[in-house]
């Protein structure tokens, strides 16, 4: 294979689904004509961060349910150590929650396992050239569901705290933030989610798959 101009990073937990990703990619005339180089493959959420801020890649593909360190939060990262990275996902999750976050949070591409990979490797070309791309049945559940609210990093790490029973000081600590910042991302919560106690609080965000799947409950 001739030297690629396109670098990627493949993070996901299961061996079988990065080495088929790493063949497609790198195989020529697949998704490009030169193919396109695979420089780490990551099997939880600190190795693709790692990974990110070693190569600086130009594709990462990320799956959102990782140990150690969930896909929400590699994003984050992604966009702060390698913002150039255009961010794919291809995700299991199927709760409008989790769906909405993603969306919300800026990612280049947003594809099911659960679908063939055939539009995934057809729409990577024009993802690497600056265009976004969310799967139908994604944008059908969102257009379905339009109500549904969208939190920010912020709540979204204070709801996952919460629903590991740490309390507010102890998440104030783990975030750098006051006990009296946690308290009103805890009422915004409550409010957005249309919730009137920590057991329902807790309740929404298991149904709706917002919890990440590196916390320990």
Same mark, same amino acid.
């Given at each position: 294979?001739?030297?690629?101009?396109?670098?990627?990073?493949?993070?996901?937990?299961?061996?079988?689904?990065?080495?088929?990703?790493?063949?497609?990619?790198?195989?020529?005339?697949?998704?490009?004509?030169?193919?396109?180089?695979?420089?780490?493959?990551?099997?939880?959420?600190?190795?693709? $961060?790692?990974?990110?801020?070693?190569?600086?890649?130009?594709?990462?593909?990320?799956?959102?349910?990782?140990?150690?360190?969930?896909?929400?939060?590699?994003?984050?990262?992604?966009?702060?150590?390698?913002?150039?990275?255009?961010?794919?996902?291809?995700?299991?999750?199927?709760?409008?929650?989790?769906?909405?976050?993603?969306?919300?949070?800026?990612?280049?591409?947003?594809?099911?396992?659960?679908?063939?990979?055939?539009?995934? $490797?057809?729409?990577?070309?024009?993802?690497?050239?600056?265009?976004?791309?969310?799967?139908?049945?994604?944008?059908?559940?969102?257009?379905?569901?339009?109500?549904?609210?969208?939190?920010?990093?912020?709540?979204?790490?204070?709801?996952?705290?919460?629903?590991?029973?740490?309390?507010?000081?102890? $998440?104030?600590?783990?975030?750098?933030?006051?006990?009296?910042?946690?308290?009103?991302?805890?009422?915004?919560?409550?409010?957005?989610?249309?919730?009137?106690?920590?057991?329902?609080?807790?309740?929404?965000?298991?149904?709706?798959?917002?919890?990440?799947?590196?916390?320990?409950?």
């Amino acid at each position: 294979m001739s030297q690629s101009r396109f670098h990627a990073v493949i993070a996901d937990d299961h061996a079988i689904v990065r080495a088929g990703l790493r063949s497609a990619l790198e195989t020529p005339g697949t998704v490009e004509p030169d193919g396109i180089e695979v420089v780490a493959e990551a099997s939880d959420g600190l190795q693709a $961060i790692a990974a990110l801020r070693q190569h600086r890649p130009t594709l990462l593909i990320l799956d959102v349910q990782m140990p150690h360190a969930g896909g929400l939060e590699v994003l984050v990262e992604a966009r702060r150590w390698s913002p150039e990275t255009k961010v794919v996902v291809l995700t299991g999750v199927s709760s409008i929650g989790k769906i909405g976050e993603l969306v919300a949070s800026g990612v280049d591409g947003l594809f099911s396992k659960s679908e063939d990979h055939d539009e995934l $490797i057809r729409r990577l070309p024009n993802i690497l050239r600056g265009h976004r791309h969310i799967a139908a049945r994604f944008e059908t559940m969102l257009e379905d569901a339009s109500d549904v609210p969208i939190l920010s990093d912020r709540e979204r790490q204070t709801l996952n705290l919460i629903v590991s029973g740490r309390s507010n000081k102890e $998440i104030a600590e783990t975030l750098g933030i006051s006990a009296k910042t946690v308290d009103r991302h805890r009422t915004n919560l409550m409010k957005k989610l249309d919730v009137h106690s920590v057991a329902q609080l807790i309740a929404y965000a298991l149904r709706e798959g917002l919890i990440d799947p590196s916390v320990e409950l």
